[in-house]
């Protein structure tokens, strides 16, 4: 939606340019109106640009507001993977045989690869929060 208001914007910009052309064509066409003329072109250029300025944060926000909802996302996501870990390893089955047993320990140490690379991306996400917090 945003992107076809910038669309919208570039278009538009091209018109002011033309009508500011337009307005200094008519200064020597019709020199005794040029004055309102004038008047009314800075008025609307100083409107364009303070529209432009207040699209420019739009923009900023909403990018800002992109980039929360990602963390948002990928916290939710790291959560559901921890908990998913937790009752993995909460588990009081530790085999009734050796083969069991033995089934058991593989399982832990694809556990534990699991952890190493949710560790890391604990770290991402603080690494992430800090950013977001810090601007």
Request: hydrophobic letters at 35%; charged letters at 40%; zero cysteines.
């Given at each position: 939606?945003?992107?076809?208001?910038?669309?919208?914007?570039?278009?538009?910009?091209?018109?002011?340019?033309?009508?500011?052309?337009?307005?200094?064509?008519?200064?020597?066409?019709?020199?005794?109106?040029?004055?309102?003329?004038?008047?009314?072109?800075?008025?609307?250029?100083?409107?364009?640009?303070?529209?432009?300025?207040?699209?420019?944060?739009?923009?900023?926000?909403?990018?800002?507001?992109?980039?929360?909802?990602?963390?948002?996302?990928?916290?939710?996501?790291?959560?559901?993977?921890?908990?998913?870990?937790?009752?993995?390893?909460s588990t009081s089955d530790y085999g009734r045989d050796l083969a069991s047993v033995q089934a058991l320990q593989r399982k832990h140490e694809v556990l534990e690869r699991?952890?190493?690379?949710?560790?890391?991306?604990?770290?991402?996400?603080?690494?992430?929060?800090?950013?977001?917090?810090?601007?």
């Amino acid at each position: 939606k945003f992107d076809d208001f910038e669309k919208d914007m570039i278009s538009k910009e091209v018109r002011i340019r033309e009508l500011t052309i337009l307005a200094e064509k008519l200064k020597v066409e019709h020199y005794s109106e040029y004055e309102m003329i004038r008047e009314m072109i800075e008025r609307l250029n100083q409107k364009w640009k303070n529209l432009v300025v207040m699209s420019e944060q739009r923009k900023e926000n909403l990018d800002n507001a992109q980039e929360i909802q990602r963390f948002h996302r990928d916290a939710d996501d790291t959560k559901a993977w921890i908990s998913e870990k937790d009752t993995a390893l909460s588990t009081s089955d530790y085999g009734r045989d050796l083969a069991s047993v033995q089934a058991l320990q593989r399982k832990h140490e694809v556990l534990e690869r699991d952890l190493a690379a949710l560790e890391e991306k604990v770290r991402e996400l603080n690494v992430e929060a800090a950013k977001l917090t810090s601007s």
